[in-house]
Nanobody, 122 residues
């Protein structure tokens, strides 16, 4: 499985970006896809996840109310809409895919994308 993330860039504080992640192989209803991020000098952290079939979502407290994860089953793609971005959101964002909800949320997903850089200026 290959995960191709895109959509990162430079944005001013308060702005928005939408990240996309296309999976190379079919995503089954039991799969979980999500996003992690790693800021310079910090540990990788969970951002959001979605259960493919039913669309159940979960967010880190730091992004709840600002970020929205969604998926397109037709395009086999997961999205992360990021609104009201702040400088502390600056990080490399990684797309992940797995079959176990707990493993995905704890950073043990089966598959990781290459990451896309998001930079938020103040």
């Amino acid at each position: 499985v290959q995960l191709q993330a895109s959509g990162g860039g430079l944005v001013q504080a308060g702005g928005s970006l939408r990240l996309s992640c296309a999976a190379s192989s079919r995503t089954f209803s039991s799969a979980v896809m999500g996003w992690f991020r790693q800021a310079p000098g910090k540990e990788r952290e969970f951002v959001a996840a979605i259960r493919w079939g039913v669309g159940r979502t979960y967010y880190a407290d730091s992004v709840k109310g600002r970020f929205t994860i969604s998926r397109s089953t037709a395009e086999n793609t997961v999205y992360l809409q990021m609104n009201r971005l702040q400088p502390e959101d600056t990080a490399i964002y990684f797309c992940v895919k797995g079959t176990d909800w707990d493993k995905v949320m704890t950073g043990k997903a089966d598959h990781w994308g290459q990451g896309t850089l998001v930079t938020v200026s103040s």
